[in-house]
């Protein structure tokens, strides 16, 4: 067999994984890189050779026949072994290469995380990053990501690992414009009332968090003025007289030091959340992946710092 047929074999039985693995050919083209049609094409060519149907096709969905669900677990374990074999070799290498697929947060990926993964890429040419920022918590495993950004506690998981990047405060503030109109709230009982810009996800209010003065947890009650579901539209409705708004203090500091905003309350009684680098639990760490970790450990908490 020529190394082009085995190519090909191994190429049908990637897209072929990745297809029942995302439910979709559209999907696992996009995983892949390819188009939905030359997906399709490769399986058609691996059911040919093979001789069986391997899914059920509808015009809404698609799922494993019995073949093709005991040729997935075998293709499974194969790819498994193929991966850590590669991945054993690229331990080794002094420089990282290849694609590394990372999902962040928005605004904390935008401006925490893409510098330091764009100065990698930089420095390594045979190294191609591709990040995806978004707010929900993304499936590395199912979603085929190399590495994932987490701030908020970690769920226990025997399938990730974790690296602690740093803490990342709080702080409340509010446009000189508002605090001109409405006064200068500094205590928590003084906030009550005001009008509050609330991060709000899936119809769950992020409540505001601070300690007391015997160390128990208790939230402020503000009046809604405005929810947003992106820390920028609430940076920037904070910024136009809009209300009262929590931020991160790496992010509200960007804007004290403009003079668009000013800072109401930080420190230790906010709730403060870790910030995490996780990955897909490994014999060994590419060293793309490795690489990208050290970066962001290096130069993270400097960001973090209140």
Known sequence: MNTRNVHDRLNGIEAFV?????????????????TRS????????????????????????????????????????ALAELQAAEAEL?????EPQGRLR??????????????VLRELAGRYPQLEVDISFNDRVVDLIDEGYDLGIRVGDLPDSS????????LQTMGIGASPAYIAAHGRPVTAQEMQGHAGIIYARGGQDKAWT??????????????????????????DAAIAGAGLAWL???MLARYVGTG?????????????????????QARHLPSKTRAAIDALAARVPAMLAP
């Open 260 to 280: 668009e905003l000013e800072v109401l309350m930080h420190g230790d009684r906010l709730a403060a959340h870790d910030v995490h680098a996780v990955w897909p």
């Open 38 to 77: 030359a997906v399709g094409k490769s399986i058609a060519r691996l059911e040919a050779r093979l001789g069986v149907r391997l899914f059920h096709r509808t015009t809404r969905q698609q799922s494993l026949t019995d073949d093709g669900q005991a040729y997935y677990d075998r293709c499974v374990r």
């Open 159 to 166: 399938s990730l690992a974790a690296r602690r990047l740093g």
């Open 90 to 94: 690229d331990s080794g290498r002094r």
């Open 102 to 115: 990372v999902t962040a947060p928005l605004v904390f990926g935008r401006h925490c995380v893409a510098p």
């Open 248 to 250: 991160p203090c790496w």
């Open 210 to 235: 601070m300690q007391d003065e015997d160390g128990r947890a208790t939230q402020l009650r503000l009046r809604p003025s405005l929810r947003l579901d992106d820390l920028q539209a609430i940076a």
């Open 18 to 34: 990745q297809a029942a693995e995302a439910g979709s050919f559209a999907l696992a083209a996009e995983r892949l890189r390819l």
